[in-house]
Structures are given as structure tokens and as C-alpha cells.
């Protein structure tokens, strides 16, 4: 119980320095752009139902326990776990900025880029090569109904 009980504290001073660097950043904004101009920022570029998906917030199991490990089930935007080999969630994560590939880790924004080429290219030589056309004459295709 002292072990958690000096957990608490020590994350709790940690969130504490991070909400007061993130409400000046904020203030510092607010005096440079003018005053509200974050939040009608906020109120014309921010959609809560894409937020709640993405972040999965509307989840009641909001934790998972998998081989003794505790795993956070909400948020996965935020979460870097998905890049440890040792972390064993099932499948990927859509919503994360960063997506490892081939053991590099590059931005999302690059890795899709890289799966539409790939794509791309596979099906070009199954254009340029006939393969549809083969597949299609495969005796299994050609079965007349009896």
C-alpha cells in the first residue's frame, strides 16, 4: 500500500506541473491570438463523436487483463505500448501517430502512403500479367452448374 500510495503521489505532482505548463501555454496563446480565439478554434475544427471513437471513451471496460499484465483499452492515440513487442493487445491500432514497420517506426501519414503503393503495385502486375483472366479459366471457375 506505501509502494501505490507513493505512486499516486509521484504521478500526481507529475499531472499537477503538466496541467500548470498546459493552462499557461494556454494562457501565452490566448494573450499572442486574442482572447477565446483557442476555444472558437477548438468549436470549429474539433468533432466529439470522431473524439469518442477515436479515443474510445465511450467504453465501459476502460482496462483489460491479459497474463498477469494490466492493458489500457481507451485512448489508444496517445498510447505507445503498441510499439513494444512485449505489448500483447489483439490487432493494431488504427487512431495512433506513429505505426511500426518492418521493426522501423515512421508516421502514420508515410506508412499509409506506403500501403497504397504497395497496393498499387500488386495490383498493377495482376493487370499487366492477365491474372484475373487466369484465375477466371482455373477448371474450379469453369464448373457448369449441373
Same mark, same amino acid.
Given at each position: 500500500?506505501?509502494?501505490?500510495?507513493?505512486?499516486?503521489?509521484?504521478? %500526481?505532482?507529475? %499531472? $499537477?506541473?503538466?496541467?500548470?505548463?498546459?493552462?499557461?501555454?494556454?494562457?501565452?496563446?490566448?494573450?499572442?491570438?486574442? &482572447?477565446?480565439?483557442?476555444?472558437?478554434?477548438?468549436?470549429?475544427? %474539433? &468533432?466529439?463523436?470522431?473524439? +469518442?471513437?477515436? %479515443?474510445?471513451?465511450?467504453?465501459?471496460?476502460?482496462?483489460?487483463?491479459? $497474463?498477469?499484465?494490466?492493458?489500457? $483499452?481507451? +485512448?489508444?492515440?496517445?498510447?505507445?505500448?503498441?510499439? &513494444?513487442?512485449?505489448?500483447?493487445?489483439?490487432?493494431?491500432?488504427?487512431?495512433?501517430?506513429?505505426?511500426?514497420?518492418?521493426?522501423?517506426?515512421?508516421?502514420?501519414?508515410?506508412?499509409?502512403?506506403?500501403?497504397?503503393?504497395?497496393?498499387?503495385?500488386?495490383?498493377?502486375?495482376?493487370?499487366?500479367? +492477365?491474372?484475373?483472366?487466369?484465375?477466371?479459366?482455373?477448371?474450379?471457375?469453369?464448373?457448369?452448374?449441373?
Amino acid at each position: 500500500m506505501n509502494f501505490i500510495e507513493e505512486l499516486t503521489d509521484l504521478y %500526481q505532482g507529475k %499531472q $499537477n506541473e503538466l496541467s500548470r505548463m498546459k493552462d499557461q501555454r494556454i494562457i501565452d496563446l490566448n494573450k499572442k491570438m486574442g &482572447n477565446n480565439s483557442l476555444m472558437n478554434l477548438k468549436r470549429g475544427y %474539433q &468533432n466529439d463523436n470522431v473524439a +469518442d471513437i477515436v %479515443q474510445n471513451s465511450t467504453t465501459k471496460k476502460r482496462y483489460f487483463v491479459e $497474463n498477469s499484465m494490466v492493458y489500457q $483499452n481507451y +485512448d489508444h492515440v496517445f498510447l505507445r505500448d503498441h510499439l &513494444n513487442p512485449d505489448y500483447k493487445a489483439s490487432g493494431t491500432f488504427m487512431f495512433v501517430p506513429v505505426k511500426s514497420f518492418f521493426g522501423t517506426i515512421i508516421p502514420t501519414f508515410w506508412y499509409n502512403i506506403i500501403i497504397i503503393w504497395v497496393f498499387n503495385a500488386i495490383l498493377f502486375m495482376a493487370l499487366y500479367f +492477365d491474372a484475373l483472366k487466369r484465375l477466371m479459366s482455373i477448371q474450379i471457375f469453369n464448373k457448369k452448374a449441373a
